[in-house]
């Protein structure tokens, strides 16, 4: 699943499926087992649950993940 970049969304997410996120997202990602891409350009505010977490653009939140890539700021 891939988010546009003009896309707000507030709320949680719980997804059983890879997701990238392009735009903005305030609230909490849940994709046990899966990963999180938080593209650049995105603005992530979530506490976050996810296989691997990849961040190119900017997330602020609690992660919970086996790892978590932080890409160039």
């Known amino acids: 699943m891939r ?3 003009a896309l707000v969304i507030k709320g949680d997410l719980i997804a059983s499926e890879d997701v990238m996120i392009d735009g903005l997202f305030e609230g909490t990602i849940d ?4 990963n999180l891409v938080a593209a ?3 603005r992530v505010h979530a506490a976050v649950t ?3 977490v990849t961040v190119d653009g ?5 992660i919970t993940a086996d790892s978590v890539d932080i890409g160039p700021t």
Request: aromatic share 6%; proline share 0%; glycine share 22%.
């Open 3 to 5: 988010s546009g970049t």
């Open 31 to 34: 994709l046990k087992g899966h």
């Open 40 to 42: 650049a350009g995105s």
């Open 50 to 52: 996810a296989r691997t």
């Open 58 to 62: 900017y997330l602020e939140g609690h």
